[in-house]
C-alpha cells in the first residue's frame, strides 16, 4: 500500500506549452497566403469640396449609356454588341476639328459612361475596357509599338517612361462617370 501513495498519479509537464503555441503560430503566420483581390485601376480626381464648374460643348462628348437590361446606347444610337466602339471613340478623340460632329481636339474629348443602378459590372467593365483599349491603342500607335507593349512599359525604367509620357502628351484620357440612374419600376 505504501507504494501506491508514492508513486501517485502520473503528471504532465506545462511547462514548454507557451513555446509550441509560440511556434505554431509563427509557423501559421509565415505559410498562410492572403489572397489579395485587385479591382479596377483608376485614377480618381483630387478630392474637392467645389464642383467643377467647367462647361463642355456636346459636340466634345461621346456619350454613352447602359441601361438596366445591359442594353449600350452609343452617342443615341442603340447597340446589340461593342464591336467597332473603339474605333468610332479614337475617330472621335483624333478629330482635331475636321468633322464638325466629333471633338474639337484630344484635349477637349471627353468620353461619358451612365449606367443604371441595375447595370450589370461585367457590361460595366467590359464598356470601360473598350474605352480604355482606345486610348491606349492611340498611345500605342504613337509610340510606335503594340498596344501589350504599351501596357507592359515599366515606368520605373525611365527610357520607357518618356515613350509612355511621349505617346500620351496632349492627349489626356478623359472619362467621365457620371452616377448611376435608379430604376423606376
Not at 4 to 16: C, I, Q, Y
Not at 82 to 95: D, M, P, Q, S, W
Not at 126 to 146: F, K, P, S
Amino acid at each position: 500500500m505504501s507504494l501506491l501513495r508514492k508513486t501517485g498519479s502520473a503528471e504532465v509537464s506545462t511547462g514548454s506549452m507557451a513555446d509550441i503555441a509560440f511556434l505554431l503560430l509563427t509557423f501559421f503566420l509565415m505559410t498562410t497566403v492572403i489572397n489579395n483581390e485587385k479591382g479596377l485601376t483608376l485614377l480618381l480626381p483630387q478630392w474637392s469640396d467645389e464642383p467643377i464648374t467647367s462647361e463642355k460643348h456636346q459636340r466634345n462628348i461621346f456619350a454613352i449609356q447602359i441601361n438596366s437590361e445591359n442594353e449600350f446606347l452609343i452617342e443615341g444610337e442603340p447597340r446589340n454588341s461593342l464591336a467597332g466602339v473603339t474605333g468610332e471613340i479614337k475617330n472621335f478623340i483624333l478629330n482635331n476639328g475636321v468633322d464638325p460632329s466629333l471633338s474639337i481636339n484630344p484635349e477637349e474629348a471627353v468620353v461619358s459612361l451612365k449606367t443604371d443602378r441595375g447595370t450589370s459590372q461585367q457590361a460595366f467593365i467590359a464598356m470601360l475596357d473598350v474605352i480604355q483599349a482606345a486610348y491606349y491603342e492611340i498611345y500605342a500607335e504613337r509610340a510606335g509599338i503594340t498596344t501589350k507593349a504599351f501596357r507592359e512599359l515599366d515606368l520605373n525604367d525611365k527610357s520607357q517612361k518618356q515613350i509612355y509620357d511621349a505617346a500620351r502628351k496632349n492627349i489626356p484620357m478623359n472619362v467621365s462617370m457620371a452616377e448611376p440612374t435608379s430604376i423606376l419600376r
